[in-house]
C-alpha cells in the first residue's frame, strides 16, 4: 500500500493547524490577558493617595477589585484550558511591561486615567473582541461569558475614567500629558498580538519593593474641599455624651481612607507574590474604602459632611517609611490589637439605638476579621520570598512597637482616650 510522503508545505499546514487548535494556545491569551491587567490594576491602585477629587477617592478601590474579579475567573478559564503557569505571579514577566512602566510615568490622576484607562482600556478591547471574532463558535463558549464580562468592564472602566478627566479639570484644572497618552497608544499597537503569543519564562521574583517611574507616593494628597485634620480627630471620652462620642467616632471612621491608600500603595509595591495575595489584598484596600464611607454616612446622620469634618494624612505618610512586609504588618496587628474596641463600639451603639453605627462597627468587624485572616495568611509567605531573617512572630512584635512608639506618638493629642485610632479604628 503506498502512503505519500507530506511535502514541506503540508507539514507547515498542519502543524499551523495543531497549533491553531490547541487549547492551551488559547488559553495563553487568558493568562497574558490577566497578567497585564493585574499589573495595570497594581499601577492604578498605586495613584489612588493621589486622587484629590473625592468621589474618585472612594471608587477608584472598587473598580481596581472589579477587576481582580474578572481575572480570577480568566485565570480559572486558562487552567481549564490547560495553560501551564505557576501559583506566583512574576511582575517583570509580563506581556507589555513597557506599556505598564510608560503608565507608571503618570503625574497623577489625570494622566493615569488618560493614559492608563482610557487609552489603554481601549486596546484591551478591541483585542478581546478580535479573539472573540477568530474563535466564534461551540468549540471555546465557557471563555465567551468570561471575555465579554472582562470586556465590558474594560469599556465600563474607560467610559468611567472619562468622565472622572471632566471632573479632575473643573476641580484642580489637570488634564492629561498628550504626550504621554500618544506615547502608552504607540506602545499598544503591538500589545493585542503579544498578549496571544507571549510566554514569561527565565525571570526571576523580585524580592523587595518597587519603585517604578513616579510610584509609589510617599505623600497622599488631600481631597478638595477637605479641612486638614493633620492630628487626627478631637478625643471624645467615655465620661462624655453619647452624642459627642458618636461624632468623634464617625470621623475616626472617615480617616480609614488612609489605611484604603496604604492597602492601595502596598498592592503596587508589595514584591512578587502568589497572585491570591494580590487579590485579598484588593479586597482589604476596597473594604477600607467602604468603612470611609461608613464614617460619611454617620456624619451625614448627625448633620454633618465629611470635608468639613476633615481628613488626616500623617498614617499614611509614616507608613510609607516602612518596608512593605512591616507596613502589612502594622496595618494588619492593628486591626487584631482593636477588636475589644470595636465590639465595645457595637455595644454602645446598641444600647443608645444608633441603628447607623451599629452597622457601622457590625460590618467593620466582619470585614477586620477577614484581614487578620489575610494578614496571618499572607506575611509569612512575604517574608519568605523576601528571604527576611526574622520571624513571623519577630515582624509583628516589630509592628506592634513602631505602632506604640512611633504612629502613636505622633498622634498623641488624639490619643487619651480608649476610643482613639489605633483602639477602635485606624487611620
Known amino acids: 500500500m503506498y502512503t505519500p510522503i507530506k511535502t514541506t508545505q503540508s507539514l507547515s499546514k498542519t502543524n499551523d493547524l495543531a497549533t491553531e487548535v490547541s487549547p492551551r494556545v488559547r488559553g495563553l491569551f487568558l493568562k497574558n490577558l490577566g497578567d497585564f491587567q493585574t499589573e495595570l490594576a497594581r499601577i492604578q491602585a498605586g495613584f489612588v493617595p493621589a486622587m484629590a477629587v473625592w468621589g474618585h477617592r472612594k471608587e477608584m478601590p472598587l473598580l481596581v477589585f472589579r477587576t481582580l474579579r474578572r481575572i480570577q475567573d480568566l485565570r480559572i478559564r486558562s487552567r481549564e484550558l490547560g495553560t501551564s503557569f505557576q501559583d506566583m505571579h512574576f511582575s517583570a514577566a509580563v506581556a507589555g511591561r513597557e506599556v505598564l512602566d510608560a503608565v507608571c510615568a503618570s503625574r497623577g490622576p489625570a494622566d493615569l486615567l488618560g493614559a492608563g484607562m482610557v487609552a489603554v482600556h481601549q486596546v484591551l478591547a478591541d483585542a478581546i473582541d478580535g479573539y472573540l471574532k477568530r474563535n466564534e463558535g461551540i468549540y471555546d463558549l465557557p471563555s465567551v461569558s468570561l471575555l465579554e464580562a472582562s470586556r465590558d468592564e474594560l469599556k465600563a472602566q474607560a467610559r468611567w475614567a472619562g468622565e472622572a478627566l471632566a471632573e479632575i479639570a473643573a476641580q484642580t484644572g489637570q488634564t492629561p500629558d498628550e504626550a504621554l497618552v500618544l506615547r502608552v497608544k504607540a506602545l499598544c499597537a503591538d500589545l493585542p498580538e503579544t498578549l496571544q503569543s507571549h510566554a514569561n519564562r527565565g525571570l526571576s521574583a523580585l524580592r523587595e519593593g518597587r519603585r517604578i517611574g513616579t510610584l509609589p507616593l510617599m505623600e497622599s494628597v488631600r481631597p478638595a474641599g477637605f479641612r486638614d485634620l493633620e492630628m487626627g480627630p478631637e478625643p471624645a471620652g467615655p465620661e462624655e455624651p453619647y452624642a459627642r462620642r458618636a461624632r468623634y467616632i464617625a470621623v475616626n471612621f472617615l480617616q480609614e481612607v488612609q489605611a484604603a491608600d496604604s492597602c492601595a500603595s502596598l498592592l503596587f509595591e508589595a514584591p512578587d507574590m502568589p497572585w491570591d495575595f494580590y487579590f485579598d489584598l484588593g479586597r482589604h484596600m476596597w473594604d477600607e474604602s467602604r468603612h470611609a464611607t461608613f464614617g460619611e454616612r454617620k456624619l451625614a446622620d448627625l448633620g454633618?459632611?465629611?470635608?468639613?469634618?476633615?481628613?488626616?494624612?500623617?498614617?499614611?505618610?509614616?507608613?510609607?517609611?516602612?518596608?512593605?512586609?512591616?507596613?502589612?504588618?502594622?496595618?494588619?496587628?492593628?486591626?487584631?490589637?482593636?477588636?475589644?474596641?470595636?465590639?465595645?463600639?457595637?455595644?454602645?451603639?446598641?444600647?443608645?439605638?444608633?441603628?447607623?453605627?451599629?452597622?457601622?462597627?457590625?460590618?467593620?468587624?466582619?470585614?477586620?476579621?477577614?484581614?487578620?485572616?489575610?494578614?496571618?495568611?499572607?506575611?509569612?509567605?512575604?517574608?519568605?520570598?523576601?528571604?527576611?531573617?526574622?520571624?513571623f512572630e519577630q515582624v509583628k512584635e516589630d509592628a506592634c512597637t513602631w505602632r506604640a512608639t512611633v504612629l502613636a506618638e505622633a498622634y498623641r493629642p488624639a490619643a487619651l482616650t480608649t476610643s482613639r485610632p489605633e483602639a477602635g479604628g485606624k487611620p
Open 304 to 391: 454633618e459632611t465629611a470635608p468639613a469634618a476633615g481628613l488626616s494624612g500623617m498614617a499614611y505618610a509614616m507608613r510609607q517609611t516602612l518596608a512593605p512586609s512591616d507596613r502589612y504588618a502594622a496595618l494588619a496587628t492593628q486591626e487584631a490589637d482593636a477588636f475589644p474596641g470595636k465590639h465595645a463600639g457595637l455595644k454602645e451603639a446598641v444600647a443608645h439605638g444608633d441603628a447607623v453605627a451599629a452597622m457601622m462597627w457590625s460590618y467593620d468587624i466582619a470585614d477586620e476579621t477577614q484581614h487578620v485572616r489575610f494578614g496571618n495568611k499572607w506575611i509569612p509567605v512575604m517574608l519568605e520570598k523576601i528571604r527576611e531573617p526574622r520571624s
